[in-house]
């Protein structure tokens, strides 16, 4: 199928990296700025994010909003902000990077300069205090880098780097102060005479009351100790002022991220890989054990029984003298396990898809591990998961079309029509009306309009063709041949032990492949929600493929106990043992939910609800998807390894 897929790729890449005016993204570079002395260093400024409480460690929204949003009175540049071009990735993550008044020049150090003075009416302070109540944080560029804050963790005492730094900060009073000046001491590397670049951004905000602006952009900061009070706020003039230090800095422009990578707690990940290797190797060798001695014996067994002569019918033969019985449990139901399932073209459609989001996780972990996703280059894992999900189109179609083919499936129009669109379209219907909670608020999450329609037709002009064209292929190909032919009356399947039945099995099976990836998918949630960096990508890797193993091994054992209990509806059981793992993930959502997140207001509960479902159901087809071709791959073996009259 690569040669059906290859050509789209130039076609799409060329697409994404074309400017356009609506939404303004590309596919970014990293390539470093070298300055002068006295060159003028941009900075940016990124929206306003939710950040960890002070308080309580606890989430407390979901939105993020504008920098520039009214009520925040920020200070704008002449001419007003100007947008700087993202990549979709980038887009659809949230980011909205404009940029600022803040005038910073290489190596001149600025003791006190003023912005511009803002006044606050009642709605803006009541909306400011809102917001530094639950923790949001803001984002500064400054060459790209982001601006950092030192940080302790409350819970472990740790101390570490964060992008972002306070609004504002809690005073026991009851009250909240706002930050209206910043000090940055900015970290450069010289390569030579006149070459310097950007390794390092730190911010240190505080509040002063008292602070005002003097005569040619200069200005007279105010006493740290006595802060500015947002009950203060209303009909006041609020000076915004800054500060500017460079520093040498012996660290290399290609390392310069290292400090806001540090890992945190690293012994939680070892123990969690660790814990999650001995559970695949016990359940691997469980398998290898139970299957292996099992499977020789009763393939052993049914061949030494099809050689008895069968005129022999006295029972007292050879058979009876090697303890060779008539045939029993896996064997019994072979005229019947090929049997096509109930629902065909549904379980073609979720396999269809889900092998296309396998090829593409896999695709994107592994870039990212090799470091072509850099930190740096933003909202590059989205771009590239965007990117791979449309042009592996052709994968979906065609193996939804070769599997509904070989269930004896006859309506082909409808499988071709609906892989590209039932699950596209659920979850692009989902995302459209949580966008819609984040249009009515005004946040600067909410994906624009003209981003959707350009995804819209992304996917109508690319994805949709490549999926016909793979089911079209995927219709010309010949069923996959079985090893057994199929009875034409079913037989009789007896009642099921306790945990061979659906949900018990399903619960039993679908908590080891949760267990496997639990600690980093804590940690990708804490990072969609806090809006941090996510960059473990080693791990993920490993995490990914002791999920892809466990998934199979628990579904194929689950299987093998189905069979020998005379079961042969396996293949929608097989989907979803593996595929209840992602209940487990929405259950952990829900436990965060509860313990991790204090969100007021209908809206966000409704988004954070939304968007954990919507990943879980992704998950359920991706880890269903591997537990049924892990156990079609070992029910063909078993079957083609017999003897059959």
Not at 584 to 589: G, P, W
Not at 599 to 617: D, K, P, Q, R
Request: overall charge neutral; proline content about 5%.
């Amino acid at each position: 199928m690569w040669y059906v897929c290859r050509g789209s790729i130039f076609l799409l890449f060329t697409f994404l990296t074309t400017p356009w005016p609506s939404s303004a993204f590309y596919l970014p570079g990293v390539a470093p700025t070298t300055y002068a002395p006295g060159d003028r260093v941009p900075l940016n400024v990124n929206r306003v994010t939710p950040g960890i409480s002070t308080k309580d460690s606890q989430l407390h929204s979901v939105f993020s909003y504008d920098y520039y949003h009214p009520s925040f009175r920020f200070c704008q540049p002449e001419g007003g902000p100007q947008r700087i071009s993202e990549s979709l990735g980038s887009i659809l993550f949230g980011d909205r990077i404009l940029t600022s008044p803040y005038e910073l020049y290489m190596l001149k150090n600025e003791t006190c300069k003023a912005l511009c003075e803002t006044t606050f009416d009642e709605d803006a302070a009541a909306f400011v205090r809102e917001r530094i109540w639950q923790s949001y944080d803001l984002n500064w560029l400054i060459d790209g880098l982001p601006a950092g804050q030192k940080w302790r963790d409350l819970d472990t005492g740790q101390e570490f780097s964060r992008a972002g730094f306070e609004l504002g900060s809690l005073e026991d009073s009851r009250d909240v102060t706002l930050h209206d000046h910043v000090e940055l001491v900015i970290d450069y590397h010289e390569l030579g005479p006149n070459k310097m670049r950007v390794v390092g951004v730190w911010v240190t905000p505080s509040s002063r009351k008292d602070s005002r602006a003097l005569e040619g952009g200069e200005a007279e900061c105010g006493d740290a100790n006595d802060p500015l009070l947002v009950s203060d706020l209303v009909n006041s003039p609020v000076t915004w002022t800054y500060s500017v230090y460079w520093r040498p800095s012996a660290t290399a422009w290609a390392t310069r991220w290292d400090k806001y990578l540090d890992v945190v707690s690293p012994r939680i990940h070892w123990y969690s890989l660790i814990n999650s290797a001995l559970i695949v190797l016990l359940l691997t060798g469980m398998v290898a054990a139970v299957l292996l001695r099992a499977l020789r014996k009763d393939i052993a067994r049914y061949n030494r029984l099809d050689r008895i002569n069968l005129d022999d019918l006295s029972g007292t033969s050879a058979a009876l003298d090697d303890g060779v019985q008539e045939d029993s449990g896996w064997k019994l139901v072979h005229g019947d396990v090929f049997r096509a399932p109930s629902h065909p073209l549904m379980l073609s459609i979720f396999l269809g898809n889900g092998a296309q989001l396998f090829v593409m996780t896999g695709l994107t972990i592994a870039f990212a591990l090799l470091g072509f996703l850099s930190p740096s280059n933003r909202g590059s894992i989205g771009t590239v998961a965007i990117l791979l999900y449309t042009i592996l189109g052709c994968v979906g179609g065609y193996v939804s079309a070769r599997v509904y083919k070989t269930f004896g499936g006859e309506a082909w129009k409808q499988n071709i029509a609906l892989t590209p669109f039932l699950v596209p379209g659920i979850v692009f219907s989902t995302f459209f009306l949580l966008n819609l909670l984040l249009w009515a608020k005004r946040s600067s999450g909410a994906v624009p309009f003209s981003t959707m329609l350009v995804i819209v037709f992304i996917w109508f002009i690319i994805t949709v063709p490549l999926s016909f064209l793979g089911s079209w292929i995927g219709f010309k190909q010949p069923p996959i041949h079985s090893p057994v032919r199929t009875n034409q009356i079913p037989r009789q399947i007896p009642p099921s032990a306790g945990y061979l039945r659906p949900v018990p099995s399903a619960l039993l099976g679908g908590v080891l492949p949760f267990i496997t990836i639990f600690v980093e998918l804590y940690l990708i949630m804490s990072s969609i929600w806090f809006s941090k960096v996510y960059y473990m990508f080693g791990f993920l890797f490993v995490c990914y493929g002791l999920m892809i193993i466990t998934s199979a091994a628990v579904t194929i054992l689950m299987v093998y106990f189905l069979l020998c209990a005379e079961n042969y509806h396996w293949r929608w059981r097989a989907f979803f043992t593996a595929g209840t793992s992602a209940l487990y993930v929405f259950l952990n959502a829900l436990i965060y939910w509860m313990t991790k997140a204090s969100l007021s207001g209908f809206a966000g509960n409704v988004l954070y609800l939304g968007y954990s479902a919507l990943i879980s159901l992704l998950f359920f087809i991706l880890t269903g998807t591997i537990g049924f071709f892990a156990s079609w791959f070992f029910v063909r073996k078993i079957y083609g390894s017999i003897k059959i009259d």
